[in-house]
């Protein structure tokens, strides 16, 4: 099973700032099947990004995925208010899929 | 528009049974895999059972094999998960997903495309 850990635990930024979050599989993720999920207090998850770096329907562009392998980023180029949430990490390119146990990211 | 809509949930004593439904609309529903999905209170994600678009292959994780049961009708376009041998383990939001892709192959679902608002399920006595 591939084991996703996520970096940092907590993220706490100011509006305007840039987040980066990392997403580190235990072994290589097969064709770099990687996607991000955002989810609000008390909201569903949400998908951002897929195939690492491709973004969901309706995603703004300040929301960018990047890397391969084992080593994956979400990047939020200017944070805004409403980006306070937990994000989540899954590859789903191996088998049992697997989650990360997620990154909070505060707006301060 | 893609809309997941899940019922059922409720409290229930230990070893206890429930169902929970998950309607579906805005899409082909029988064109696609669907998955549940559990997240405890405070805790992450959980894919505890998927079905295949025709209903003709089914996973179950570990911590639920045995006692839930996946199904999905899909004339009625609903997908199912029936509960039983309950503990406060498995006290949790239980989401229905919807996977991007008719079939899959292994546990733990697919890429979760859209995602229904959640029940609660809470086990106590």
């Known amino acids: 099973e591939i084991v996703l850990t996520q970096s940092p635990g907590t993220l706490s930024l100011s509006p305007g700032e840039r987040a980066t979050l990392s997403c580190r599989a235990s072994q290589s993720v097969n064709s770099n099947y990687l996607a991000w999920y955002q989810q609000k207090p008390g909201r569903a998850p949400r998908l951002l990004i897929y195939g690492a770096s491709i973004r969901a329907t309706g995603i703004p562009d300040r929301l960018s995925g990047g890397g391969s392998g084992t080593d994956f980023t979400l990047t939020i180029s200017t944070l805004e208010p409403e980006d306070s949430a937990v994000y989540y990490c899954q590859q789903y390119g191996n088998s049992p899929r697997t989650f990360g146990q997620g990154t909070k990211l505060e707006i301060k | 528009e893609v809309q997941l809509v899940e019922s059922g949930g409720g409290l229930v004593q230990p070893g206890g049974s429930l169902r929970l439904s998950c309607a579906a609309s805005?899409?082909?529903?029988?064109?696609?895999?669907m998955s549940w999905v559990r997240q405890a209170p405070g805790k992450g994600l959980e894919c505890i059972s998927t079905i295949t678009n025709g209903g003709q292959t089914t996973y179950d994780a570990d911590s639920v094999k045995g006692r839930f049961t996946i199904s999905r009708d899909n004339p009625k376009n609903t997908l199912y998960l029936q509960l039983s041998s309950l503990s406060g383990e498995d006290t949790a939001i239980y989401y229905c997903?919807?996977?991007?892709?008719?079939?899959?192959?292994?546990?733990?679902?697919?890429?979760?495309?859209?995602w229904g608002q959640g029940t609660l399920v809470t086990v106590s006595s």
């Open positions: 997903a919807k996977v991007n892709s008719a079939y899959v192959y292994g546990y733990g679902g697919g890429l979760f495309d859209f």
């Open positions: 805005g899409f082909t529903f029988s064109g696609f895999a």
